[in-house]
C-alpha cells in the first residue's frame, strides 16, 4: 500500500467545514483512498472511499486531485462529535483478506 | 447497519490467565481480523481468518491464538497473559467480494494484565 503523510493536528470551529489533506504522491492506478476516524476509546469507523472520482456520502466528501496524488476529505458542517483521529489509507482491493495499515493520522480538535 | 461486538469493553487479568476475547459481526462476512493498539505503535495485526476453521498469522501472532468454529464468531485467545499484553484490542470484519473492502470495526476491548 502506497505511503500517506497527513499533518498531526487541526482544529475546527463548530458548523464550519472541516478539511483534512492527505499526501499521497506514490500512489499507483489500482490503489483506491479510503478515509476511517477513531473517536477516542472507540474502534475505528468507516468514513468513506474513492478511486478517481470525487465521492460524497451522509458523512462527508472525498475529493482526489486530478493526478491522484493528493485528496482531501471534507466534513461539512463540523459538530463536536467529529473530534476524532482521521486516517488516510491507499489499498489495492485485493478480493482476500488483508490487514489495514493505519499511519499517525490527523487528530481534529472541533471547538465551539 | 454492520454491527461487530465485542465481549468485554473493559478487562482485568491476572499474569498468567488465560484470556478470552469474543467478537461476533452480523453481515455474514468471510474476513474477520484480531489487532491491538498501542500508544505510538498504532494498529498492528495479530490474526486473520478468511473462512470458517481457517486463520493466518498477522504480525505479532506470538503469545496469541485464535478460533473460527463459526463463520460470524471470531475469538482471540490468550494462552497465559503476560503484563506486555495490556493493549486495547480491536476486532474487525470484511466483506470478500470486490469493489467494497471497508474493514467495520467493533468497540474495542481494553485488556489490562497486572
Known amino acids: 500500500d502506497a505511503k500517506t503523510t497527513q499533518p498531526p493536528s487541526m482544529d475546527c470551529a463548530e458548523g464550519r467545514a472541516a478539511n483534512l489533506p492527505c499526501n499521497h504522491s506514490?500512489?499507483?492506478?489500482?490503489?483506491?483512498v479510503y478515509w476511517y476516524r477513531q473517536i477516542h476509546s472507540q474502534g475505528p469507523q468507516y468514513i468513506i472511499h474513492?478511486?478517481?472520482n470525487n465521492e460524497t456520502n451522509e458523512m462527508a466528501s472525498l475529493i482526489i486531485t486530478e493526478d491522484r496524488k493528493s485528496s482531501t476529505l471534507i466534513l461539512p458542517h463540523a459538530t463536536l462529535r467529529d473530534t476524532a483521529v482521521y486516517y488516510c489509507i491507499v489499498r489495492v482491493h485485493t478480493g482476500t483478506a488483508s490487514k489495514l495499515t493505519f499511519g499517525t493520522g490527523t487528530r481534529l480538535q472541533v471547538t465551539l | 447497519d454492520v454491527k461487530v461486538t465485542q465481549s468485554s469493553r473493559y478487562l482485568v487479568k491476572r499474569t498468567g490467565e488465560k484470556v478470552f476475547l469474543e467478537c461476533v459481526q452480523d453481515?455474514?462476512?468471510?474476513?474477520m481480523f484480531w489487532y491491538r493498539q498501542d500508544p505510538g505503535l498504532g494498529l498492528r495485526l495479530i490474526y486473520f481468518s478468511y473462512d470458517v476453521k481457517m486463520k493466518e498469522k498477522g504480525d505479532i501472532p506470538e503469545g496469541y491464538s485464535v478460533s473460527r468454529e463459526k463463520k460470524e464468531r471470531f475469538s482471540l485467545i490468550l494462552e497465559s497473559a503476560s503484563t506486555n499484553q495490556t493493549s486495547m484490542y480491536l476486532c474487525?470484519?470484511?466483506?470478500?467480494?470486490?469493489?467494497?473492502?471497508?474493514?467495520?470495526f467493533g468497540p474495542g476491548t481494553r485488556l489490562l494484565v497486572l
Open positions: 453481515m455474514d462476512h468471510e474476513n
Open positions: 474513492g478511486l478517481k
Open positions: 474487525a470484519s470484511m466483506s470478500r467480494g470486490r469493489p467494497q473492502e471497508t474493514q467495520y
Open positions: 506514490t500512489i499507483s492506478g489500482n490503489e483506491y
